[in-house]
């Protein structure tokens, strides 16, 4: 059973509006949240995080919102570029484990 | 900057040949992680190790063998390789805040 999901593969946005990526999961023991951006032949590079206790974490374009009660988090990057066109995955730990459970990645098109 | 290296890049064999992945990482981080990806799919933790000496199997059964003689080197081995192995292995490491860093990858055909 998947504990962290990515329902949309893939999400097309023009150039300059806003792109929303969401991720749902079902392990409420997970605390801490990470988003990566993964371009073709490398491997995903870290984009931005947030911890279970807050609802909000802003980095420059990037911004991670995380609702608890409905177990989703959504990553918003404003304005989109068509740089950012890549494969995005949400990553979810629990407790200090160390281990990270992925999403299956959302392929994001940015349009010129 | 993430200094985390892996090789080959890119590996075809043939089925029943031993291969070994490298992954070595510069950055003194005590975790490392090894996961396979197939397209479209998550990444599946198959090994990881807190430290030297210490490696436990992941979530996805995986009949490579890991070892972690010194921090920086964390090889993958696969004794026997078979096609059900062609997939994209990814090395990572993870210091004292939550991020792992990942290596390029390798890309392992099995014909």
């Known amino acids: 059973d998947q504990q962290v999901k990515q329902n949309s593969p893939s999400l097309s946005v023009q150039e300059g509006r806003i792109s929303i990526l969401n991720c749902d999961y079902t392990?409420?023991?997970?605390?801490?949240f990470l988003w990566y951006k993964k371009y073709p032949a490398e491997g995903p590079t870290f984009l931005i995080s947030?911890?279970?206790?807050?609802d909000k974490n802003e980095d420059g374009r990037f911004t991670v919102f995380l609702n608890k009660s409905a177990k989703h988090l959504s990553l918003h990057i404003v304005p989109s570029q068509p740089g950012d066109s890549a494969v995005y995955f949400c990553?979810?730990?629990?407790?200090?484990?160390?281990?990270?459970?992925f999403g299956t990645g959302t392929r994001l098109k940015v349009l010129a | 900057e993430a200094d985390i290296y892996q090789t080959p890049r890119y590996l075809v064999i043939g089925t029943g040949k031993k291969i070994t992945l490298e992954c070595s990482q510069t950055?003194?981080?005590?975790?490392m992680y090894w996961y396979q990806q197939d397209p479209g799919m998550e990444l599946h933790l198959i090994h990881y190790?807190?430290?030297?000496?210490?490696?436990e199997k992941g979530d996805l059964s995986s009949e490579s063998t890991v070892s972690r003689i010194r921090t920086e080197h964390f090889p993958l081995t696969l004794e026997s390789a078979r096609p059900s192995h062609t997939s994209q292995y990814l090395c990572?490491?993870?210091?004292?805040?939550?991020?792992?860093?990942f290596g390029p990858g390798t890309r392992l055909t099995v014909l």
């Open positions: 990572a490491s993870k210091g004292g805040y939550y991020e792992q860093f």
């Open positions: 392990n409420s023991m997970f605390d801490y």
């Open positions: 947030i911890s279970s206790i807050k």
């Open positions: 990553a979810a730990s629990a407790g200090g484990t160390y281990k990270y459970i």
């Open positions: 950055m003194g981080h005590d975790k």
């Open positions: 190790s807190y430290g030297v000496n210490s490696t």
